[in-house]
């Protein structure tokens, strides 16, 4: 269910923002994140973008976001 409801968040908040969207996000080792990031596709599951902290692609679940919001400008 959170799954379903963060990945609903998640696209629509990049339907609104040229694709940009800023999350927090746990890793698979449980290490907090905070990014932006400019998706470029997703599936059921995860999806995938432009990681702005990183500055390369990165694959995010859906099922570690803690948050997703509004970027910054």
Known sequence: M????MKNVVLR???HNKGRVKIEYL???GEYSRRTV???GHNDS???GYCEWRQDERVFRFDR???AGKPKN
């Open 2 to 5: 959170k799954e379903r409801v």
């Open 13 to 15: 908040i990049a339907q």
């Open 27 to 29: 890793n698979g080792k």
């Open 38 to 40: 400019q998706i470029t």
């Open 46 to 48: 995860q999806f995938w």
């Open 65 to 67: 976001l803690i948050f």
